[in-house]
């Protein structure tokens, strides 16, 4: 059976889609992919916040590569970059397509939970990428963990340390 290969990246947008992701453009660059991809077979996830794009494009190898080359020449962005890449044992995306998601609040949970208010893809670690790219794959399910050690968890538990030896 041929393994899954799946490449992520992220660039800056060049073209202004506000906060709702609505631009006549990224309607083009979708309607492009869905034909594209389907015929490589090619399925992943385009996400959209806070001017920076973050992609996810899974399948062949060699078809998955050619694809990343073409678009990272695409000035519709600029600054692209590979987070992360190498083969899976299965697809996390079903479809042969593009899927759009733009600043998804169950992202922007995700991230606040991992202290980034901000989305910016180049500074966030490589677990955060990871569990951001199983939230995409899950239509935006997020289960928040419990007793999370992230920082932004241990700010929490200092906060209700401090609070509560001011009431003792
Ligand atoms: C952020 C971004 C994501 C893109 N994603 C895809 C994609 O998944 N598939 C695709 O075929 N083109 C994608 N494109 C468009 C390509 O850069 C390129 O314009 C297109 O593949 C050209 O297709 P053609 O050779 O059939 O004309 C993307 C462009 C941008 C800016």
């Known amino acids: 059976m041929q393994q899954i290969y799946r490449l992520v990246y992220a660039s800056k947008a060049n073209i ?6 609505i631009n006549p453009e990224v309607s083009r660059i979708l309607l492009k992919s869905k034909s594209n991809n389907a015929k490589r077979m090619i399925g992943g996830v385009l996400y959209y916040a806070d001017g920076y794009f ?4 899974e399948g062949e190898k060699e078809k998955v590569c050619d694809l990343y080359e073409k678009i990272s020449l695409d000035d519709r962005h600029s600054t692209v970059k590979i987070l992360t890449e190498g083969y ?10 593009m ?11 995700l991230l606040a939970d ?3 208010n901000e989305f910016k893809p180049f500074d966030i670690p490589l677990v955060v ?3 951001m790219v199983t939230v995409l794959s899950n239509n935006g399910a997020y289960e928040r963990e419990q007793n999370t050690d992230t920082s932004a968890g241990l700010v929490t538990k200092m906060k ?3 609070m ?3 009431t003792a």
Do not use: C, Y
Not at 88 to 97: D, I, T, V
């Open 54 to 57: 973050f992609q996810v494009l």
């Open 99 to 109: 899927h759009f998601v733009a600043a998804d609040s169950s992202i922007r949970q």
């Open 160 to 162: 209700s340390f401090f």
């Open 129 to 131: 990428i990871e569990k």
């Open 114 to 116: 991992h202290a980034f």
């Open 88 to 97: 899976m044992s299965k697809p996390q995306f079903s479809n042969w397509s």
């Open 164 to 166: 509560k030896s001011k």
């Open 16 to 21: 202004d889609l506000g906060t709702t992701g």
